[in-house]
């Protein structure tokens, strides 16, 4: 059984920085496209960030310079460095495994940034 579990996500004020965690189990995370997405209320999920098996990322126009997307293999995570917050970064953020037709989502971590 395929688990995505996010941690990591919480309130903090504008130009703050928070750093989430996707751990995995159950699957071959190492071959797995790994990503985040966000969806705050009334809007539709977005992609955030994502990182492949071989290491190459790709950003949201949104956040790049300011958000790093990495993966640790050997633990089984992703991770998301969230620099200079901004309050439209606020949103329930998940972690999505994928891999060819198959995809998993975390239950997501809610960030706000609020001063």
């Known amino acids: 059984q395929v688990q995505l579990v996010e941690s990591g996500g919480g309130l903090v004020q504008p130009g703050g920085s928070l750093r989430l965690s996707c751990a995995a189990s159950?699957?071959?995370?190492?071959?797995?496209?790994m990503g985040w997405y966000r969806q705050a209320p009334g809007s539709q999920r977005e992609l955030v960030a994502t990182?492949?098996?071989?290491?190459?990322?790709n950003y949201a126009d949104s956040v790049k310079g300011r958000f790093t997307i990495s993966r640790d293999n050997a633990k089984s995570s992703v991770y998301l460095e969230m620099n200079s917050l901004k309050p439209e970064d606020a949103a329930v953020y998940y972690c999505?495994?994928?891999?060819?037709?198959?995809?998993?989502w975390g239950q997501g971590t809610q960030v706000t940034v609020s001063s």
């Open positions: 990182i492949t098996s071989a290491g190459d990322t």
């Open positions: 159950g699957m071959s995370f190492r071959l797995y496209t």
């Open positions: 999505r495994g994928s891999l060819g037709s198959r995809g998993y």
